[in-house]
């Protein structure tokens, strides 16, 4: 049996009417299952409660429909997470100094230190969820269940290609999205067919780890201050300090 149907029919919360969603190319099996209709926070926050035991972790999905590519679908273990930022931060501003680089130029920092947790993860996603769907912000939302081990997986095992103008190994930004889970308690929350809501249990606390922070957040999407204001990292780091979502977007 596929994995996703024998993680769907033992999953022991009732679930609403839904289907799954095919790749492309139908070359293999579905690894995405979403609702017809809008799901109830309750639901999800139930959802994620239970994701150690179902092996399900709970997305919310809206806008246009989603196009899944098995070849977006490799492993983030291959994947180190400061050598793919690094390697971004190269492509990005190698044709010269880019004034959106601003304070560190063209050369690479480090990445950030950990942020101090400030609550738990799980309860962080779930006021993020119902924050979302109570607050009317997500009117067309509908609940995705992915079979991953742990949330960051969630967009290389669906074959998500929200930033495949950037980059087609969807793996490598779910690398990122480990090391950020592991760092500042990031929780993979929403996504659209280019767009990623996390939530954040623990932000940074402080301008430094903001800039560095900032840095990364360029280099996994530069369409964040490319296409958006602030355009520098100078201007963009304070957002970050004590933010308990991130929101990304690529053109």
Same mark, same amino acid.
């Given at each position: 049996m596929p994995v996703l149907l024998q993680t769907l029919a033992s999953c022991p919360i009732p679930l609403p009417l839904g289907r799954e969603v095919p790749f492309v190319d139908g070359s293999r099996p579905a690894m995405l299952w979403c609702s017809d209709e809008p799901p109830t926070a309750d639901?999800?926050?139930q959802l994620r409660a239970a994701h150690p035991a179902t092996g399900l972790w709970p997305v919310l999905l809206y806008g246009d429909p989603l196009e899944l590519f098995p070849d977006l679908a490799g492993s983030p273990d291959i994947h180190d997470a400061a050598l793919v930022l690094a @390697? #971004? !931060?190269h492509r990005y501003t190698r044709n010269g100094l880019a004034s959106t680089t601003s304070p560190f130029g063209q050369r690479w920092p480090r990445i950030a230190p950990a942020g101090k947790p400030r609550e738990d993860p799980r309860g962080c996603a779930d006021d993020l969820t119902r924050a979302l769907l109570d607050g009317g912000r997500l009117v067309d939302a509908r609940l995705g269940l992915v079979p991953a081990v742990r949330g960051a997986d969630v967009l290389a095992?669906? @074959? !998500?290609a929200g930033p495949v103008n950037y980059d087609n190994d969807t793996a490598k930004f779910s690398a990122v999205l480990r090391s950020w889970e592991d760092r500042f308690g990031v929780s993979v929350v929403a996504a659209n067919i280019n767009t990623l809501t996390v939530s954040v249990a623990a932000p940074p606390g402080d301008l430094d780890t903001a800039l560095h922070l900032a840095a990364e957040? #360029?280099? #996994?999407?530069?369409d964040n201050l490319w296409q958006s204001h602030p355009h520098t990292i100078g201007d963009y780091a304070p957002h970050l300090i004590d933010a308990r979502w991130w929101t990304f977007w690529w053109d």
């Open positions: 639901l999800v926050q @390697g #971004f !931060w095992n669906m @074959g !998500w957040h #360029f280099a #996994f999407c530069p």
